[in-house]
């Protein structure tokens, strides 16, 4: 079994940066594919950035797209999302993901991941 644990949320104002965590522990493997995902109060959860095993194939969400870097550290079994140039709609809470049955896939919806954190709040002021 895998766990998830988020880091690094909080509060910024418009045009901030922050960088987010997930430290993964338990029956980790670093072939994993990783993902961050954000949820909005009343919205539907949103695919933010996806990583393969290795870093060297990710995606991004279109609003995402030149502003947020997804990476990983496979000796640390840690991912990170650094954000930056954050604007208001960026609020949410962020949660990383794994798919630890090994698909393999860049997915971009959340049923190509089996393995979720509880979730940081990323809240970003006006």
């Known amino acids: 079994q895998v766990q998830l644990v988020e880091s690094g949320g909080g509060l910024v104002q418009a045009g901030g940066s922050l960088r987010l965590s997930c430290a993964a522990s338990?029956?980790?493997?670093?072939?994993?594919?990783m993902g961050w995902f954000r949820q909005a109060p009343g919205e539907e959860r949103e695919f933010v950035a996806t990583?393969?095993?290795?870093?060297?194939?990710?995606d991004y969400g279109n609003s995402m797209k030149g502003r947020f870097t997804i990476s990983r550290d496979n000796a640390k079994n840690t991912v990170y999302l650094q954000m930056n140039s954050l604007k208001p709609e960026d609020t949410a809470v962020y949660y990383c993901a794994a798919d630890v049955s090994g698909r393999g896939i860049l997915g971009t919806s959340d049923r190509a991941y089996d393995c979720w954190g509880q979730g940081t709040q990323v809240t970003v002021s006006s």
């Open positions: 338990g029956r980790t493997d670093s072939r994993y594919v």
């Open positions: 990583i393969n095993w290795s870093g060297r194939s990710t």
